[in-house]
């Protein structure tokens, strides 16, 4: 109890698909990854989630610049521990893209990490 920890999220992405960044925003267009995390689970988030060097890219379509991951994506989210956790749970929502055929998906997946 009150020790900092890091949570890191590591993803490998499938070649030829992206995945899009958390760190920025357009009105339209492709939608950033955003992580909530549980509120039971004895942890106080410290700051926002930090993408680990994405790549840029600005596109006047969507008239605005675009951050987003090929190959391999990593996150760090940093925590302070208020209570005994049992680790912590979640859900991370975003999308990734064929950057060939432009086909995009939109997703919703569930992460739970073992007690620190």
Same mark, same amino acid.
């Not at 675009?66 to 996150?75: D, W």
């Not at 893209?97 to 997703?107: D, I, M, P, T």
């Given at each position: 109890v +009150? @020790? @900092? %920890? #890091? %949570?890191v999220f590591d993803a490998d992405i499938t070649p030829g698909w992206i995945l899009y960044s958390s760190d920025f925003q357009l009105e339209i267009g492709p939608q950033p990854a955003k992580f909530t995390f549980d509120s039971d689970t004895g942890l106080t988030l410290v700051g926002? %989630?930090?993408?680990? #060097?994405?790549?840029?890219?600005?596109d006047a379509t969507l008239n605005g610049p =675009? $951050? =987003?991951? !090929? !190959?391999? *994506?990593?996150?760090r989210?940093? *925590?302070r521990l208020d209570a005994a956790s049992g680790g912590a749970s979640g859900r991370i929502t975003g999308q990734t893209? /064929? &950057? &060939? $055929? +432009? /086909?995009?998906? /939109?997703?919703r997946e569930t992460f739970s990490t073992a007690q620190p």
């Open positions: +009150g @020790d @900092d %920890i #890091e %949570i926002t %989630i930090q993408p680990v #060097e994405p790549r840029w890219k600005t =675009y $951050s =987003y991951f !090929a !190959a391999h *994506a990593q996150f989210q940093k *925590a893209c /064929l &950057e &060939e $055929s +432009g /086909l995009c998906r /939109l997703f």
